[in-house]
């Protein structure tokens, strides 16, 4: 017996079972949906029912219709979450917006924490949005300490060529090691307008620290993407067995 029943709306359990089902490739790219008379009998529930979670998966991403056919799923591949540090903006469709620059900007609180910023100490912020083909695929705050950054091109209201791993250098501080913590969590408003993410699709949120030589913490950035979008690559070497 579960220990708490799922009381969500019916809608959103069909559609995270039909998500669930495209996911796995049990619904290959290509396939056909079955009927909403054969899916409402399926699922046992009323085809409105059906519709709303059809509709909801095509917002999604996951079905498309095709007129006088019926419904398809639609050819994806989620994106891996980047673990890079610095990317360039290619060819193969990555550009980005610059949202923000704010040369003294009161870090928050885990920022501040994870800078090693005292009290009263400011930090430059630089608000990016990423995107591939145009469709925005990233939200990212990054922070910078001003004891070390201030004056700096991080600083500048403008994109930076090489990025920021380029600045640092030539301030004497390299990148060396980065750390990513990740969570998953609700968008808030700004978020959910910004990444044009549909209604009730969680965010994966990224909060990486880069440090320099001597394990001095330059750069503290918070990555927001789209759940629905991404997912999650973990690869390791498995020692041999004695």
Do not use: C
């Not at 089902?21 to 290959?28: D, E, H, K, N, V």
């Not at 550009?95 to 928050?108: H, M």
């Not at 910004?194 to 503290?220: H, M, N, T």
């Amino acid at each position: 017996m579960a220990r708490t029943p799922d009381d969500r709306h019916p809608y959103l359990k069909v559609a995270a079972e039909l998500r669930a089902q495209i996911m796995s490739g049990t619904l290959a790219p290509g396939a056909q949906l079955p009927s909403t008379r054969q899916l409402a009998e399926t699922y046992g529930v009323p085809p409105a029912t059906i519709q709303n979670a059809v509709g909801m998966l095509k917002t999604e991403g996951y079905l498309e219709g095709h007129a006088g056919k019926g419904v398809y799923v639609r050819p994806r591949r989620a994106r891996s979450v980047d673990v890079s540090a610095y990317f360039a903006p290619s060819p193969g469709g990555y550009s980005y917006q610059l949202l923000e620059v704010d040369a003294a900007a009161a870090a928050p609180v885990d920022v501040a924490q994870a800078l090693e910023l005292e009290d009263g100490q400011t930090a430059i912020l630089r608000r990016r949005l990423l995107l591939l083909d145009g469709e925005p695929v990233e939200l990212s705050w990054s922070y910078y300490p001003a004891s070390i950054a201030a004056g700096s091109a991080l600083a500048a209201p403008g994109k930076i060529r090489g990025g920021a791993p380029r600045v640092l250098a030539e301030l004497g501080y390299p990148e060396r090691r980065m750390v990513d913590r990740l969570s998953v969590r609700p968008p808030t408003t700004l978020e959910a307008e910004e990444l044009e993410i549909p209604q009730g699709v969680s965010v994966i949120r990224q909060f990486r620290v880069i440090y320099s030589d001597d394990e001095r913490p330059v750069e503290a950035s918070v990555l927001v993407k789209p759940g629905h979008l991404y997912e999650l690559v973990y690869e390791q070497d498995v020692p041999a067995s004695e």
